[in-house]
């Protein structure tokens, strides 16, 4: 690693000591493809059991101090039970994530179905997210709606866009405090001809009908190939609408692998727009959305939150002056290297100092697998159900 000055070392360092990225309770569940769901061994059988993996992957990194639930996959009896308990274990819950994709009354739509009576049932139950928010103590309601047609004809375009307006709004009135609304858009899938929230655009014009504390999300593996996500990064902080994100990582379709897996300098460049609009640490959720398929779960999420650190760190490194100085000569290929400096600098040294610094193991994977905790739960959970989302 090139030598850093002793004042951007310091700089960059007490960046990535404040930054927070949120885990999902799903990646610690049985997860697969709609062929298979390959069981492992260890894996929750409940949402406590989650929390306390969500707990293990922060102990081990420091920078994962919140684990996002996925509501009625992890409904219990009495949340501030579960908020106790996670706060027990050094973590809290994070993002509350509406699921209306799974009861067979939403095969033509949830918010958006034709029948006034699905509706009403999908709304309530975005009304009870809200609900689980304020036991919780949660800040942000996240929306994706699997809703769209499959045929042209199939249903009226505007009217459908019109039915998910109205729940939104709804859902909307009912926040309070610093509560917010995030919409995620995908472009396609489950639906194949249309989707009703397939793009930033669309997520855009509902969050600015709705008032500010509606935002977007943006899920890195719900675009199409070759799509400029960062320059989607770029407007939506311009507009003042990003809210969040769900890292993950896809070569072909929604594949949810490990964030920076498949395209690092992709993950770099958005990080990129984020520090230079000085937005790493003022409210936007830095969030993993994967399932971990065919890997181990908790070395999987400690790998990906690693490899966000290490395109942020990248990122911080980014020499603005040399940068701006380049862009207004007009100065192309200095530009284009000032960004590339800093991509190609290997920024492990530095955060293995940042571990260390924070009373951390500087090699988080190793520790975790000399910690014995794999044993541990592969004993404890040998029986009972696994959790999962058995496609
Ligand atoms: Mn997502």
């Known amino acids: 690693m090139t030598d850093l000055a002793p004042q951007t070392r310091s700089r960059v360092l007490s960046s990535l000591r404040t930054q927070r990225i ?23 059988r409940d949402p406590y059991e989650k929390v306390a993996d969500a707990a293990t992957v922060h102990r081990f990194t420091g920078v994962a101090p919140t684990v996002a639930l996925h509501i009625p996959w992890d409904r219990v009896d009495d949340y501030a039970d579960l908020a106790r308990h996670a706060k027990d274990l050094g973590v809290t819950l994070g993002t509350i994530n509406a699921n209306v994709f799974q009861d067979d009354d939403y095969k033509l739509g949830s918010v958006t179905n034709a029948d006034p009576a699905v509706r009403r049932k999908a709304t309530d139950h975005l009304l009870e997210c809200v609900d689980v928010m304020d036991a919780t103590g ?31 709004a709804e859902t909307y009135a009912r926040l309070t405090g610093d509560q917010r609304m995030l919409l995620e858009y995908k472009l396609f ?63 072909y379709a929604d594949d949810d692998l490990m964030v920076g897996a498949a395209d690092p300098f992709q993950l770099f460049r958005i990080m990129h727009e984020i520090v230079l609009a000085d937005e790493l640490d003022k409210g936007i959720a830095f969030m993993l959305d994967q399932c971990h398929n065919i890997e181990p779960k908790i070395p ?41 400096d800093a991509y190609h600098t290997d920024v492990r040294p530095l955060l293995r100092d940042l571990r260390a610094d924070l009373g951390l193991d500087p090699d988080p994977i190793a520790a975790y697998r000399g910690s014995g905790y794999f044993e541990r739960i592969r004993e404890e959970r040998a029986v009972g159900q696994a959790a999962g989302w058995g496609a």
């Open 189 to 251: 899938e489950p639906a194949f001809y249309m989707t009703d929230v397939p793009d930033w655009g669309t997520a855009y014009l509902h969050c600015v009908q709705l008032g500010e504390r509606a935002q977007v999300v943006i899920d890195t593996g719900h675009h199409a190939p070759g799509t400029n996500i960062e320059f989607i990064v770029a407007m939506l902080l311009r507009a003042g609408r990003l809210g969040g994100f769900d890292f993950n990582s896809r070569f």
């Open 138 to 168: 949660s800040r942000d309601l996240k929306l994706w709606f699997s809703d769209g047609t499959n045929y042209p004809g199939q249903d009226d375009v505007r009217t459908r866009q019109d039915r998910l307006a109205e729940a939104l």
């Open 300 to 340: 999987a999420v400690i790998r990906s939150v690693m490899n966000v650190q290490e395109a942020t760190a990248k990122a911080l490194l980014v020499d603005h002056t040399a940068l701006r100085a380049a862009q207004q000569a007009g100065d192309v290929l200095e530009a284009n290297a000032a960004l590339m």
């Open 22 to 44: 949120e885990t999902a309770s799903w990646a610690y569940g049985n997860s697969g493809t709609r062929f298979k769901v390959f069981a492992q061994q260890g894996v929750p």
